[in-house]
């Protein structure tokens, strides 16, 4: 069977981070991420990533500004012709390391902000680092890159959805990414204090319906539903193996960025070339298509629509990474997301619960 | 906001958007942050005269001059399209 390239590379160069969000999608088990690649190591993954066909190169993390090495990488991506986008909570992004990046070729910047004001931002954040972000934002455009702004959403700030639009504004970005948490990693030992409820989001949804409309080719606003309300599963990264290609910071690939813990064996790029693990190996082919699918998904109309949702989601909340999505209202699982959901709408619950902290790595 | 565009406008790729031909898909492909646009030949062809000098009316007349009869609207629709998801700038060329 012929397979179709990746379009895109996801490089979490590096675990570490100045941030201890709580919604966090990186894995609990930080201190197994320490013996990170190096530059020469990232270099031939990125272009063997533009070998197989990959036009974007993500640089994300942790907070990929903490390798020192992060314009060296820019200039290999642009050299193969990739489009370079860095994910980042801006911390360090200095005035110099951005002439730096600028020079080296770097095409976008996406800046998160964890609220619209500094002491729930901060609080979020656990650090103090709402002033400097703005600063970078503001950075970001005056170099004449295109500004993206992320914010995660969860119980404790999407009551905010109509401030943090105004300061998107403000900031004249050039798209805002809204994005319900997913629960991955840290996210996932916070969800109980991260789930919002029903009202929450049906308020959140009719103020970013009229913002759509408002700035409409001016600003563009990207939702990201929060998935344990949806009827349907997401096609988690559009199909397993079949358009992005994460490597995490000790070289392991994986399909998804929380295939981690999947009990699949590892395709580090040490020990394997990308091409072999892209076409090859059992993490990428083991879910690619449909013939994995047990049922309902096997016999469900909206198979190759919505592939049976995430598989390290069913892998997390079923221990079986072949079921149904339990977030799909089909799954036979699905009273677990709706326990969760019930939960998260209890009327004496509060808003702010106690979150932990993700460590700095 | 119509779909109506000036023909003295100047379209320019979006700040962001890179035009590029893409050799293991032999297609040329429009990159952005989160998206990759899989263009066909049509729209390759008028992309590849989005340069930030010539008009809405240029871009027509020099489709014209390379594949004969070119529906106007059909071009005018296209370009407004790819404005309003940013992936155009049109600047006022008066």
Redesign the interface.
């Known amino acids: 069977m012929e397979i179709d390239g990746p379009l895109g590379l996801l490089a979490e160069l590096t675990y570490r981070c100045p941030l201890a969000c709580a919604y966090c999608s990186n894995p609990v088990e930080l201190e197994a991420y320490r013996e990170e690649l190096t530059t020469a190591e990232w270099q031939r993954v990125i272009t063997e990533a533009a070998e197989l066909g990959a036009l974007q190169c993500h640089l994300s993390g942790g907070e990929p500004l903490l390798r020192r090495d992060l314009a060296d990488l820019v200039r290999t991506a642009a050299d193969q012709g990739l489009y370079t986008n860095l994910v980042t909570s801006a911390l360090g992004f200095t005035p110099a390391r951005a002439a730096e990046l600028h020079d080296a070729g770097l095409d976008h910047v996406q800046v998160s902000l964890q609220a619209d004001e500094p002491a729930l931002s901060d609080r979020i954040a656990g650090s103090p680092s709402f002033a400097r972000k703005i600063d970078a934002a503001r950075r970001v455009r005056e170099l004449g890159w295109p500004l993206t702004l992320n914010v995660v959403l969860h119980r404790q700030n999407i009551d905010r959805v109509p401030e943090i639009l105004a300061a998107a504004e403000e900031l004249e970005a050039d798209r805002i990414e809204l994005a319900n948490t997913q629960y991955y990693g840290w996210a996932a030992v916070n969800r109980a204090a991260l789930l919002p409820s029903r009202e929450q989001l049906a308020e959140a949804e009719v103020v970013v319906r009229e913002a759509k409309e408002r700035l409409r080719g001016r600003m563009e606003i990207i939702y990201v539903i929060p998935d344990y309300y949806a009827t349907y599963p997401k096609p988690c990264m559009g199909g397993w193996g079949a358009r992005q290609l994460v490597v995490v910071p000790t070289g392991d690939a994986l399909p998804c960025l929380a295939a981690h813990g999947l009990p699949l064996p590892a395709a580090n790029v040490r020990e394997h070339p990308l091409s072999w693990i892209w076409q090859d190996s059992p993490m990428f082919s083991a879910y690619r298509g449909t013939d994995w699918m047990q049922d309902p998904c096997r016999s469900c109309a909206r198979r190759e629509i919505d592939l049976g949702g995430c598989r390290c989601q069913a892998f997390a909340l079923t221990g079986d990474a072949t079921r149904t999505d339990p977030v799909c209202h089909l799954a036979p699982e699905h009273g677990i997301v709706e326990a969760a959901v019930a939960e998260a709408n209890e009327e004496s619950r509060p808003v702010e619960l106690p979150l932990v902290a993700r460590p700095h790595a | 906001?119509t779909s109506s565009i000036s023909t003295t406008g100047v379209p320019r790729l979006?700040?962001?958007v890179?035009l590029?031909y893409?050799r293991?898909?032999e297609r040329h492909?429009l990159?952005?942050?989160?998206t990759?646009v899989v263009l066909n030949a049509t729209g390759t062809a008028i992309l590849q005269l989005c340069d930030g000098e010539r008009t809405v009316a240029d871009i027509v007349e020099a489709l014209r001059e390379q594949y004969g009869d070119v529906p106007e609207g059909q071009v005018h629709a296209y370009l407004a399209k790819l404005?309003?998801?940013?992936h155009l700038e049109i600047t006022d060329g008066d």
């Open positions: 906001m979006g700040r962001g890179k590029r893409d293991s898909r492909v990159l952005m942050p989160e990759v404005a309003e998801r940013r």
